[in-house]
């Protein structure tokens, strides 16, 4: 698996049969996820958004309390946001041709702390490239400066290690 796949946001697409629950569907999701970054330390994630799609009897509305708390669980969100897991429905569903009435699929986004990782090799390789000064006369002939890359170093810096931070 490429680094790149390991941190970042990681979306999940299940499609079930057409008598799958929309319980059973998260919880096939959940089995993507990984537990723990290359290093041992474990993953959080900061907000979890799952898409059902196919909900024409508003089922999933009847499962939806259950439905999150797992998906919270499951993604071991972060203890200080308050509302970590949303959820959006559509009573379409993603087969274009041919879609029978029950067909379902639940699709689940997850921002989690593996971004850190991402964003700490970034910032590694830019500032490496800045100091050798390449490409920077590129921008500067539109007025970008190299104090405007520092800073924005900084702040790349500064989101990784919110990331990095965890729960």
Known sequence: MSAFAESQLQIV??????????????????????????????????????????????????????????????HRCVPWNPFPVDYWTDPRSVLRRHPSPSSRSLTVCSNHSGAAALLRRVD?????????????????????EESDFLQALDTLKTVEQEYSVGA
């Open 13 to 74: 697409f299940v499609f079930p049969s057409d008598a799958t629950p929309w319980e059973s569907l998260a919880s096939s999701s959940l089995k993507t996820v990984p537990p723990n970054s290359p290093c041992g330390e474990p993953y959080h994630s900061r907000a979890v958004l799952a898409v059902a799609r196919g909900d024409r009897d508003g089922s999933f509305l009847l499962h939806a309390p259950r439905i999150l708390h797992n998906l919270r669980q499951g």
């Open 124 to 144: 590694e390789r830019v500032r490496v490239m800045l100091h050798s000064r390449a490409y920077l006369h590129w921008y500067q002939r539109y007025g970008c």
